[in-house]
């Protein structure tokens, strides 16, 4: 099988025929195109400050992959802003606005590659017509033609657009570049008083990122290459968020073939455990922090003890002693323990190590990674999906409408897929913002 320094060589006539125009560049770029979206966000500092002052909550929100964003993004936001940060699926709030969405002042940051999802785009709408006054938006996007953007710059709300830098916007079917580049993108929110600390701190992101993808991915295609059938992913707080990503990663471009499962560290006993078979990879997002490193040492034995799964694969700042005993493969991309980055910073690293153990199992498949979907079944951008009108007054959850009888018709309309408290760790000191009288709208920040 190919390294991704192989395939990347290849010439273009031998990649459109293996189906690896874009996506094996889409995974080599990353660590450049996040050095390359820090130092655009820059730009973006006043507005975002402006935005997050007076809020008293942020939602994340997306679907699919980007939705996946927001719940790596919770811990790190909610302990620099000092706010409560929660992830809802753009899905959930199409389905059920009232119940999703705060009625205080708080921030809608609306994530999207394309920026043609109809569930993320009408849930950037149902804002706008529910929340009126008490909603400010922000739409972090690759693509600055998608309806996303547009929505954002015709906003009445509060509103500022980030604009990821073109390369961002991958042409493969997976979300790769797009999905780790939003994700650094939008930790800005939390250093908006801190730019040269956002930009240290992605910089010693990139040299992790390169070190995976320069050291491991030959073992990680090693695995790849075993007769797999389902793959676990388990992390805890922002690396659950990264096994959600990893997961779906593998399940797209194995075509199904491999099912894909995601589960908290400790909630893997809970029932999930039963369904690790001899045909499985089992993979732990470590912690860097010794307590939680104890527990995911514990939960490895355990996995030894019973003889579960093919194969073990653990990702991690630094190995405890005797996880090179008990995994197949450790990613340890701070072995040395320099970069010291706090694990509510590293889904991004975690994620790649999925997107190349996906990529390697496609070609080991017989797949095409820039289509591997044989029959159609999903594509780049989701097919099917009917937006209707909210009616007014409307009660799904129960609860009526406590702001006006709107109805909603969206503007726009198929979808792209794709524990709070005090922080000990100096990078993530919470930084709390006193509430404020919302502020009237102004114009969009423009592109990066």
């Known amino acids: 099988m190919d390294s991704l320094k192989a395939l990347l060589a290849l010439d273009e006539d031998q990649k459109r025929a293996r189906g690896v ?79 999703t969405l705060p009625r205080q002042p708080f921030l809608l940051v609306s994530f999207a590659r394309s920026g043609e999802s109809p569930e993320g785009n009408a849930a950037f709408e149902l804002a706008d017509r529910l929340r009126e006054g008490l909603v400010r938006q922000v739409a972090v996007t690759c693509n600055p033609e998608g309806t996303l953007a547009r929505l954002a710059q015709e906003t009445p709300s509060p509103a500022a657009c980030c604009l990821l830098p073109p390369a961002t916007h991958d042409r493969g079917l997976a979300m790769t570049s797009s999905f780790t580049s939003m994700f650094v993108a939008s930790l800005f929110l939390g250093w908006t008083d801190d730019p040269e600390g956002y930009l240290r ?34 992390g805890s707080g922002a690396l659950f968020g990264a096994a959600l990503e990893a997961h779906l990663k593998v ?5 199904g073939v491999v099912l894909g499962k995601a589960e908290d560290t400790l909630g893997l006993r809970h029932g999930p455990m039963a369904a690790i078979n001899e045909k499985t990879l089992f993979g732990l997002f470590a912690s860097a922090h010794p307590y939680r490193r104890r527990y995911e040492t514990d939960l490895l034995r355990e996995v030894d003890q019973k003889g579960l799964g093919l194969a073990r694969l653990v990702v991690c700042p630094h190995p405890e002693p005797e996880w090179e005993a008990l995994a197949d493969v450790v990613v340890a991309f701070d072995r040395d323990q320099k970069l010291r980055l706090p694990d509510a910073i590293t889904p991004p690293l975690a994620v790649v190590v999925g997107q190349l153990l996906a990529l390697h199992k496609s070609l080991a498949l017989g797949l095409t990674p820039d289509r591997p979907s044989r029959k159609g079944v999903i594509n780049r951008v989701v097919q099917g999906v009917h937006i209707y009108p909210y009616p007014a007054g409307a009660s799904v959850g129960g609860v009526r409408g406590e702001r006006r009888g709107l109805g909603f018709r969206p503007r726009y309309g198929a979808v792209e897929r794709g524990s709070r408290g005090p922080s000990r760790d100096p990078l993530l000191v919470s930084k709390t913002l006193a509430p404020r009288a919302p502020t009237g709208p102004s114009a969009p920040v423009g592109p990066t």
């Open 21 to 99: 125009v874009h996506t094996p560049g889409e995974i080599a770029a990353q660590p450049a195109l996040w050095r390359e979206t820090a130092a655009g966000m820059l730009a973006h500092r006043e507005r975002l400050a402006g935005l997050l002052d007076g809020v008293t909550r942020v939602v994340l929100t997306g679907s699919g992959s980007s939705y996946y964003v927001g719940k790596g993004l919770e811990r790190a936001l909610s302990h620099r802003l000092g706010l409560p940060v929660d992830a809802v699926p753009g899905t959930e709030i199409v389905m059920d606005p009232e119940g």
């Open 201 to 234: 701190l992605v910089e010693r992101l990139a040299q992790a990122g390169q070190r995976i993808l320069d050291e491991y991915d030959e073992p990680i295609s090693q695995l790849a290459r075993k007769p797999l059938e389902r793959v676990f992913f388990v």
């Open 251 to 255: 399940q797209e471009l194995s075509d």
